[in-house]
Structures are given as structure tokens and as C-alpha cells.
């Protein structure tokens, strides 16, 4: 493959739709090659702006404003990087010949879990967790009874856990149906789905050119509120589960089609193996792959994207915390103690303009025996603080 320069009538471009700290790095990684970025995204001085050649500030939701700026600026390779975006825009850059990374359908099935959990479940036959769509609350007071209790509901379209909740009992219901009006996106539809037994669940990082599919180690993770805070690699689990979770991957990805690095979240109960969601990107789990992979999930993503080998080194086991801010703030400080720095650890600052309650703002890596590296990431995680 040829590489040439920047900001040249010969460069090769690519577009992110979504700037912010997964972006970022997908922006590093793509210049480390040569490429061209811009960034885009619905505020100033994202963490990508702050990285890319250009950037531009829009609704994301604006297909004609997002249109104007992929006309414009004519990229090879366009990577939506957020859920909260047009999907006309990316059916419109489509079919006037810019290449959208997977593709724009793959995009449109997962940025909406109606759609791709009836893909995954009724087209392909993956194995998921009971569930039903519903738009009213007596519609969803109905379907939680039927799937049962505890059950889990969420916006058909959010992303990052708002909207999310668990409904223990139906005294929850009226709770859980305030909570999904947080949504980040249409919260107008809602899925009720039946609590799986799982033992743990895991992020299994899966990788496509034109010519291979290859898989990181499994991702472990913790979730509260539907947003990741622990995350650990790899994830001790039986070859059966591991071999079931690949085929499981490949299926739905080779479903979705294109090329690119996809974050397929599974549920794992002894061997078996349910089929949760999938992000057409690099996933916030596979932060950790930062400090445990010679080439990280963006690395990878980039690779794929281009069509350049996908082979890479596995380094050993570690482990990532985010820290989220505890405030407020139009100017914020993220406070990390020495201690944070170290032979096998640090921080990754994201540098976002703003901060608020619950907001990531920071992750702290670990490159250590996978229980060592879990216990001193949530220790560094208390040594980080907003100022």
C-alpha cells in the first residue's frame, strides 16, 4: 500500500462521525500511517478536534449539514464513531460512493436494538434473552411480567448505558420507565428483555478485512448503570465457551458484512453462550487493549479499514478502571497522583471540554497477573480526582 502525506491533493482521508475519546485514539493510530483526519462531532474541542487536522462542529443528527462536510471534504473511508447520528446521512454518502465503515446498514441495525436483536435472534438464530418491544408503559408493565423478574429495559436507541435500567419487581416499573426518558436518542420505543443467569459476560473484539476475521483475547468487564468501569484481559473461560463466543462473533459480523473492528457483547452462562449487542467500532472495554496488545483495538480498526494485515502480539494480562468526574465543571481539572505512573501502569487523560456527574474523563491501565492488575487499577482509580 502506498502512504503519502497529509493535507495533499494525493492524501488519503478518513472521516470520524464522533470525536470523542475512542475517536481520538482512532485519529492517533490512522496518522501514525499518514492518513488524513477530521473530526467531527456535535461540540467544540472534542477529544479527536483536539488531534485531527480538521474538524468541524454540527447537529449530528443534521443529515443535510452532515452531508455538506463528507462533499466537502471528499473522504476515503467515513467511521461513524457514535450511535446519536443520521443514518440518512450515511444511506445518502453511500449511495453517492463514499465508503462507510462496516457499511451504512450494519450501522443502522446496531445503533437500534430492535433492529439487530431481531437480526441476531430471528434472522440468524443466535441465542438471546427473552424479550419484546414496547412503546407505552402499560405495554411494558405487560412485558415485563411476561419475561419475568428481575428484567432489564432500555431505549431501542441510546448508547453508554442512559436510559438502562433493572426492574426488580413491578413496584420498579414506573422508575424504570422515567429513567429511559434519559435516553441519548429515541427513547419513544423500549425493549423489555428477560434477565439472563449468567455467570459473567464478556466483549469478545473481532476483526475484518476483506480477507480474515481474527479475535482479541476475551474482554471481561463490570458494568453499573449500563456503562463499563472495570474492565480485565483476558477472560478465563472454557475453551468450549470461548470456541461457541467466535462462531457466535463471526456469524453476526459476517452478517452485518464489511470490514472493520467490531465489539460483540456476550453473556456467558457455563458454556453456553447468549448474544447481547454489538458496536460496529472499538468498543470503551477495549481500552484495556491499550496496554496489552502490540496493536490496540484502534490500531486494529485502522488496519481493517485499510485492508493491512490484522496480525498482532498479545502481550499478557491487564487490566483498566475509568475514572468519571464527580461534578460539574466548564474547565475541568482531572487531578492523578504519581502513583498513577509506574513500571506497568498509567493514565490515559481524555481532555474532554466539559465535565459533569458520571462523565468518563480518565482511564487508568494496568499491565500485570490478571487479578493483581484489576485490584491495583481500581486502587489508581482512587488516586484520580477532579479538582
Not at 438471546?128 to 407505552?136: G, L, R
Not at 455467570?199 to 476483526?207: A, G, R, S, W
Amino acid at each position: 500500500m502506498h502512504f503519502s502525506a497529509p493535507l495533499k491533493s494525493n492524501s488519503k482521508k478518513i472521516m470520524l462521525l464522533g470525536s470523542g475519546e475512542l475517536g481520538k485514539e482512532v485519529a492517533i493510530e490512522a496518522q501514525r500511517l499518514g492518513i488524513e483526519v477530521v473530526a467531527v462531532d456535535r461540540y467544540a474541542n472534542a477529544p479527536a478536534h483536539q488531534v485531527a487536522h480538521k474538524y468541524y462542529v454540527v447537529d449530528m443528527q443534521n443529515s443535510n449539514a452532515i452531508l455538506e462536510i463528507i462533499r466537502a471534504e471528499k473522504p476515503d473511508f467515513i467511521l461513524p464513531e457514535i450511535e446519536a447520528i443520521s443514518i440518512d446521512a450515511l444511506f445518502k454518502a453511500e449511495e453517492e460512493g463514499f465508503n462507510v465503515i462496516p457499511n451504512a446498514e450494519a450501522v443502522n441495525k446496531t445503533m437500534n436494538r430492535k433492529n439487530i436483536r431481531t437480526f441476531a435472534a430471528e434472522d440468524l438464530g443466535l441465542l438471546t434473552s427473552p424479550y419484546h418491544f414496547v412503546s407505552t408503559f402499560e405495554d411494558m408493565k405487560s412485558a415485563a411480567i411476561d419475561v419475568g423478574f428481575p428484567c432489564v429495559i432500555k431505549p431501542v436507541m441510546s448508547s453508554s448505558g442512559h436510559g438502562q435500567s433493572i426492574a426488580r419487581s413491578e413496584d420498579d416499573l414506573q422508575n424504570s420507565w422515567d429513567i429511559s426518558k434519559e435516553a441519548r436518542g429515541d427513547a419513544s420505543e423500549l425493549i423489555v428483555e428477560g434477565f439472563v443467569n449468567f455467570d459473567y459476560e464478556i466483549t469478545l473484539l473481532t476483526v475484518k478485512n476483506d480477507t480474515q476475521t481474527i479475535f482479541c483475547e476475551p474482554i471481561g468487564h463490570i458494568q453499573r448503570d449500563g456503562d463499563y468501569v472495570f474492565s480485565w484481559q483476558p477472560m478465563q473461560m472454557s475453551e468450549i465457551a470461548l470456541q461457541k463466543s467466535q462462531d457466535m462473533a463471526k456469524k453476526i459480523t459476517d452478517g452485518l458484512g464489511g470490514r472493520g473492528l467490531f465489539g460483540v457483547e456476550l453473556f456467558i452462562a457455563g458454556d453456553e453462550v447468549y448474544f447481547s449487542e454489538v458496536s460496529p467500532r472499538p468498543h470503551d472495554t477495549g481500552l484495556v487493549t491499550l496496554i496489552t496488545q502490540s496493536q490496540s483495538e484502534f490500531a486494529l480498526h485502522v488496519r481493517a479499514v485499510l485492508g493491512l494485515p490484522l496480525d498482532f502480539t498479545f502481550y499478557g494480562d491487564g487490566a483498566s478502571a475509568a475514572f468519571k468526574s464527580e461534578k460539574y465543571s466548564h474547565a475541568p481539572v482531572v487531578d492523578v497522583d504519581d502513583s498513577c505512573f509506574s513500571a506497568n501502569s498509567y493514565v490515559r487523560v481524555f481532555s474532554k471540554p466539559e465535565s459533569h456527574v458520571g462523565r468518563r474523563m480518565a482511564v487508568a491501565l494496568v499491565f500485570d497477573e490478571q487479578e493483581k492488575a484489576l485490584k491495583k487499577a481500581e486502587e489508581l482509580i482512587k488516586g484520580i480526582k477532579d479538582v
